[in-house]
């Protein structure tokens, strides 16, 4: 069973920057391929980011390329990077894995951490 924690959201001001950390116990990031999620109020959550097992990554348009993605195969990390917050980043944010080597779609992300709360105000 893979157990993913997100962390590192917090309420900030347009245009600073903020990390997100994702931890899993159970498995290792590398065996995986790992995404970043959000949902904003009242909208549907939206795919932001994932990067796959060999290190590859891939990103929405509407976050490039203020967005980053990457892994720390040593710490079994998954961060996302965020730079130049808008208003409109507003959200959780959730980390989640999939057993897919190229999950298309967020049906095939089979574990979700709670997600952590992002603010930017104006």
């Known amino acids: 069973q893979v157990q993913l924690v997100e962390s590192g959201g917090g309420l900030v001001q347009a245009g600073d920057s903020l990390r997100l950390s994702c931890a899993s116990s159970?498995?290792?990031?590398?065996?995986?391929?790992t995404g970043w999620f959000r949902q904003a109020p009242g909208k549907e959550r939206d795919f932001v980011a994932a990067?796959?097992?060999?290190?590859?990554?891939t990103s929405d348009e509407s976050v490039k390329p203020r967005f980053t993605i990457s892994r720390d195969n040593d710490k079994n990390m998954v961060y996302l990077q965020m730079n130049n917050l808008k208003p409109e980043d507003t959200a959780i944010y959730f980390c989640?894995?999939?057993?897919?080597?190229?999950?298309?779609?967020?049906?095939?992300?089979?574990?979700w951490g709670r997600g952590t709360q992002v603010t930017v105000s104006s």
């Open positions: 990067i796959f097992r060999g290190g590859g990554s």
């Open positions: 159970g498995r290792a990031f590398s065996t995986l391929a």
């Open positions: 989640a894995a999939s057993e897919d080597l190229i999950p298309i779609g967020e049906r095939r992300y089979n574990y």
